[in-house]
């Protein structure tokens, strides 16, 4: 008996495992790479977009929802994080429920190219991608913002937009410029 529970305990974590890889990989190939912003560079980019209590912060392609976990603790802020990533979607989802932050924060499962309803709403933008992904939601990101929204990018830049401030902070050990730009 002891034996079969070890071995279906075996196969439950080889299972999360291989869902884990296939996700990464997923996320390689369709997205931006599944890393994760660090707490100060977090920190530093929300303070950036001079985020307030009770606004809305969205992220772009949120990985494990720890941008919008800090913003409703530390800034008292509301927030909607977006994820195609099926390991990163339920992630965020455990991550959430175990912050204890669960009114003020929903994740939402699917390329947030498609759920563009929520942008006009959002005080602050946050995005953690890649050059190249940064280009090609560039268009389409300005257009559906509002005017009051910020939108704070650690690492990657646009292209046809300038930031209006940019500072360095530091994730996965380097010193990293976050840009902050706003429409207009
Ligand atoms: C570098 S991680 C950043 C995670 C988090 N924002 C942070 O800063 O810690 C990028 C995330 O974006 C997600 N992603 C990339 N393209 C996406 C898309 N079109 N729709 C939804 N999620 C996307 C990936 O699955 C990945 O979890």
């Known amino acids: ?8 305990l075996i196969l439950i974590v080889l299972l999360i495992v291989i869902f884990w890889l296939i996700c990464l990989i997923f996320a390689q190939i369709f997205g931006a790479p599944t890393v994760y912003s660090s707490k100060k560079a977090i920190i530093d980019t929300l303070k950036l977009a001079g985020l307030k209590k009770d606004e809305l912060v969205i992220d772009l392609g949120c990985g494990n929802a720890r941008v919008l976990i800090l913003a409703a603790k530390e800034f008292g802020a509301q927030g909607i994080g ?5 390991f990163c979607f339920l992630r965020s989802k455990l991550s959430v429920f175990l912050s204890g932050q669960r009114e003020k924060i929903k994740i939402v499962f699917g390329d947030f190219e498609k759920v563009e309803s929520h942008l006009s709403k959002a005080d602050v933008i946050y995005l953690y991608l890649l050059n190249s992904a940064n280009r090609k939601i ?3 990101l300005f257009k559906n913002i509002s005017s009051k ?4 990018s650690l690492a990657f830049t646009f292209s046809k937009h300038s930031p209006k401030k940019s500072i360095f902070t530091k994730t996965l050990g380097r010193k990293t410029q976050t840009s902050l730009y706003i429409k207009g």
């Open 138 to 140: 560039e268009n389409w």
């Open 149 to 152: 929204t910020r939108i704070v």
């Open 1 to 8: 008996m002891i034996i079969l529970i070890l071995e279906l």
């Open 82 to 86: 977006i994820d195609r990533s099926p």
